[in-house]
């Protein structure tokens, strides 16, 4: 994984001495909240609900046993007890003493890591799959490409402050498992006739209130010109995008206003003068930042009459875990094993200190002391020798972490919401809490086989209900708690990168009514699949009406309710 060199050092500790001054001129009274508020900002920190939280970056989703067993420690010196990984491959602390967050910088400054530019109107985490470097279908690498990016966007001053924030996000692989269509820049990576890497860019996707599948807005761009085509987005972005109003002030507003080809013009009009500039990636450059990501020294691996083998056929547990969490590698006798964040009573994505200090402990004894965090908020163990697949599978169920439902019904996204998110309309903890409690019965889970079911408090979006094939929405009415319900979604599902926004089936819900709502629809799926049909592709099959028609054909008093209050 990429190391910082002395530059990255310097500049790191330079903003954490420079926050440092600001938050105690904040806390004598020097500065306003409005003078303060985009100091801390653009330094990761939020006031929230109940307390200030701070977002820690976590570059591409990728981490060491050491950042791990920090982040533990700060979890609890610092907060109480746990934190959240979150769709966007970081980390967040809902409960840190504002006085003592310079602290808190300063100890991940230790360990390379850092809560810049996790927030604020600025160039965001930059995030790619899960799997990069081991999936068997990645055509390119994308790692080497997320970190110049990373490196280009960090500190960069025209886009300290746009008229949005701004995320950014990059694929190589035949299945698109970073969503790069939702995202403000997508970039999928891909070879050319002569084995040229090339890059397909996205511009103008989201989700939030106004949910946008993005256009294509370049064909085959060479790898070099990443840096100054996306400058040139930007650029453009800059110049014409709205600061009037907050909710029109996103990209995909500005490019849906003038249209794909027209925005697309003026890019190009502004990368002519760029092209070949300074912002040009070189060869050399590219070749510096690519050996930090270079493969470990795998051993060789017994195919056959092995532990794994004699495991999988005398524990069914072990053979389901193998099923839903263990993932092809590209080093034969090797797997990417996804640990499960997802538990009964504890929040989607939560992981107390202590057990972040015993994954870091999975990592180095499992898988060379590195692991990732998922956009499903989840952890993974990216190089597993599969010989060594049952011990693992023992110590990960003996810490809850071996839950065998990766991708379905109860692996489900969700985000923080009201509980405290100042934003939020509504709480998505509980619901969650809800359907784990209602769907415990894992044979029925897994006969649904493979159904993303995604919950956000509010219409920001940031648990992606758009996209899920189940989505569902917290939505204020009259000071009271509801949920709309949309199905249909997805995200870059098959070797098309299918990716869809979710139609919504009618009035929302209350509370105590979305486990009953999501049963109905789970029988209207079951009744009418076809032998191993996934839960999208009946979809697609039988379209939405069905479905409504199950959830509000016996719900009259329902509609009565949601009339009075509309």
Not at 280 to 286: G, H, P
Not at 540 to 545: E, K, P
Request: glycine share 8%; proline share 5%; with cysteine.
């Amino acid at each position: 994984m990429y190391r910082y060199n002395e530059y990255d050092r310097r500049i790191v500790a330079e903003r954490v001495a420079q926050f440092r001054s600001q938050t105690e001129r904040f806390l004598s009274g020097e500065l306003t909240e409005d003078e303060f508020r985009p100091l801390r900002l653009q330094n990761g920190l939020y006031l929230q609900r109940h307390a200030p939280m701070l977002r820690v970056a976590i570059p591409y989703g990728l981490l060491s046993s050491v950042q791990l067993r920090k982040l533990a420690h700060i979890a609890r010196t610092y907060d109480r007890g746990y934190g959240h990984f979150t769709t966007r491959q970081n980390i967040q602390f809902n409960w840190p003493a504002l006085e003592r967050v310079p602290d808190i910088l300063a100890e991940l400054a230790g360990v390379e890591m850092h809560a810049i530019q996790t927030s604020g109107n600025c160039v965001r985490n930059i995030t790619t799959d899960a799997f990069a470097g081991i999936a068997p279908d990645e055509i390119v690498d994308p790692r080497p490409y997320c970190e110049l990016l990373r490196q280009w966007s960090t500190f960069h001053p025209e886009f300290a402050f746009l008229p949005r924030k701004f995320k950014i996000a990059v694929s190589g692989s035949q299945v698109d498992r970073a969503v790069v269509r939702l995202h403000d820049i997508g970039i999928e990576l891909y070879l050319g006739s002569h084995n040229e890497v090339l890059a397909r860019v996205y511009v103008g996707g989201g989700m939030g209130r106004t949910p946008i599948v993005a256009p294509v807005l370049r064909e085959a761009l060479p790898w070099q010109h990443l840096m100054s085509y996306c400058e040139a987005v930007l650029r453009v972005y800059n110049l014409h995008g709205r600061r009037d109003n907050k909710y029109k002030a996103r990209i995909k507003i500005l490019v849906k206003a003038l249209g794909v080809e027209a925005f697309a013009q003026q890019v190009d009009a502004e990368f002519a003068h760029i092209e070949g500039g300074p912002q040009t990636f070189t060869d050399a450059e590219r070749a510096r930042v690519a050996q930090h990501f270079s493969a470990p020294e795998y051993r060789l691996v017994q195919a056959h009459g092995t532990e794994f083998e004699r495991t999988l056929s005398a524990e069914p547990g072990f053979a389901r875990w193998v099923e839903r969490n263990v993932a092809p590698h590209r080093q034969p006798g090797y797997a990417a094993v996804t640990l499960s964040l997802k538990r009964a009573a504890i929040a989607p994505g939560d992981a107390t200190a202590d057990e972040m200090d015993k994954v870091a402990d999975l990592a180095e004894r499992y898988s060379f002391g590195e692991l990732r965090v998922s956009h499903r908020q989840n952890l993974v163990l990216s190089d597993v020798p599969r010989d060594q697949l049952p011990a693992l599978w023992r110590e990960a169920r003996a810490l809850g972490l071996a839950n065998p439902t990766l991708n379905l019904l109860t692996d489900m996204i969700a985000c923080p919401g009201g509980d405290f998110c100042s934003l939020a309309n509504a709480r998505s903890i509980p619901i969650a809490e809800s359907i784990q409690q209602r769907f415990d019965d894992l044979d029925y889970v897994y006969d649904l086989g493979e159904l993303k079911l995604n919950i956000s408090g509010c219409i920001n979006s940031c648990g992606h209900h758009h996209n899920g094939h189940i989505g569902i929405l917290g939505v204020d009415k009259n000071d009271q708690e509801f949920y709309q319900v949309s199905i249909g979604g997805r995200s870059g599902e098959g070797t098309s990168n299918d990716t869809r926004i979710g139609q919504i089936i009618g009035p929302s819900f209350s509370a105590e009514q979305v486990p009953d709502v999501l049963a109905k629809l789970l029988d209207t799926f079951v009744s009418a699949r076809h032998e191993d049909e996934r839960f999208i592709d009946t979809f697609d099959r039988i379209g939405l009406a069905p479905f409504k028609t199950a959830v509000y054909g016996d719900l009259p008093a329902h509609r009565d309710r949601e009339a009075t209050h509309a």
